[in-house]
């Protein structure tokens, strides 16, 4: 079953220390061709999944796919976007850019420490990373030019993690989780506004109150973010079982509060859109998906799996509908597809798959194979094996300007187009 986890922090409180590139590094190379790309987890700031640009892939073109180019990274490698001409990867603590064309390698970044998030806008690539342990824990964001990877700024927290970055028009959003000892654990969490070009915070806001731990898996961490319409959503994950995970709503250019609710689901993604929020995931193997009104909070529908031990996917989703995929214990699996308003089934196919994205009238999943299938009927359109040496890892596939891009557990990343 795909189980998430939350990993958590040890360390002390320290303040923000900045470190400046060059003043020219601040000039950036006219970059409208990032406007429109893959520029971070789930598409966009409000983690649709949803590519509404696409325009060369469709239904009667699909079955055609084939491999444009192969090329292998390691084991663990996870892809991050397509944008700007290039494919943006991490593994452990490097950031590792392709040519979307052919696959060659562009540039290479190493940090310190393992890379948590990214996210790209305007010719920047902002990265958070963490490293050491115990009271030597520093979390580090990175600015750096997306086309060689120029150090523009960085900004550490001592005692801190860096767990989330969120790219939406013009402005930058963190998550920070830190544990304090005064007088005994205690964990806080906080988001903050922050400007792209400077990387100076503009608001910030402290999660729940503290959560006293004797042991740092019990702690409101901070993160994942969505942002829709001037409202920044953040989740505060609780990993102790005896309470829930907050999801929580702030105006995006102040940071005042809006409203709150609880969810057990620690591992969810706020997927925005429909005017509502969706919370896919699970607790304590208990899979389900949860909708909210995106202006109060208000709790509408839900759907559970039918299986007591299950895992869910974070959702994608498109005008009308929600797609998300599950599988149980029982060895039930399926991709659904729900009315994103009522929750009712409109249609599901059965597989293992992960978690799905939607582009020009297809939804498009990985699991054992790569498969696209009609969103208005779940009609197959296109199915690929997987290849020799393991599954394409159950996260999101990219879709974008004619392309598919997707990764195998091993760490081979492949890239698929229409036949000349």
Sequence with gaps: ???????????????DQATAGSADTNRLPNSSSLAVGWNQAGFDARHSSYNPYETLL??????????????????GATLRAVTGGRVYLTIGNRLVTLQAGDGAPAWTKSFQGDVASMAIRNGR???????????????TLTALRADDGTLLWTKLRRGAEFR???TSRDALYTAVTRLTKSPGYTCRATVSARNPVTGKPVW????????????????????PLSERDGVLYARFPCTERSCLSPLKAFTANTGAPLWRKDDAKFDAVPVVGNGAVYLGGNWSYVASVSQYGAT??????????????ASASQPAVAP???FFSWDGDSGIAELKAVSSRTGADAWSQAGYFGKPTVANG??????????????????????????????????????????????TYSGNVYAFGLSP
């Design 1 to 15: 079953m795909l189980i998430r986890r939350i990993a958590l922090i040890t360390g002390l409180l320290a303040m």
């Design 58 to 75: 469709n239904a009667g073109n699909v079955s055609q796919l084939s491999v444009v180019w192969k090329t292998t990274i390691g084991d």
């Design 125 to 139: 690539v902002y990265v958070a990373s963490n490293h050491g342990a115990g009271s030597q824990r520093v979390g």
């Design 164 to 166: 989330y970055v969120l």
């Design 204 to 223: 910030s806001r402290i999660g729940p109150p503290p959560v006293p731990a004797d042991s740092p898996f019990f702690c409101y961490a901070a993160g």
């Design 296 to 309: 109060d909070g208000a709790e509408g529908w839900s759907w559970s799996a039918p299986d007591a031990f």
């Design 320 to 322: 009308g509908k929600l």
């Design 362 to 407: 297809l939804v498009f999943v990985a699991g054992q194979g790569l498969a696209a299938f009609k969103l208005a009927d779940g009609i197959p359109a296109w199915t690929h094996p997987s290849p020799d040496g393991g599954n394409f890892a159950a996260s999101e596939v990219i879709v974008v300007n004619g392309r598919l891009y997707a990764i």
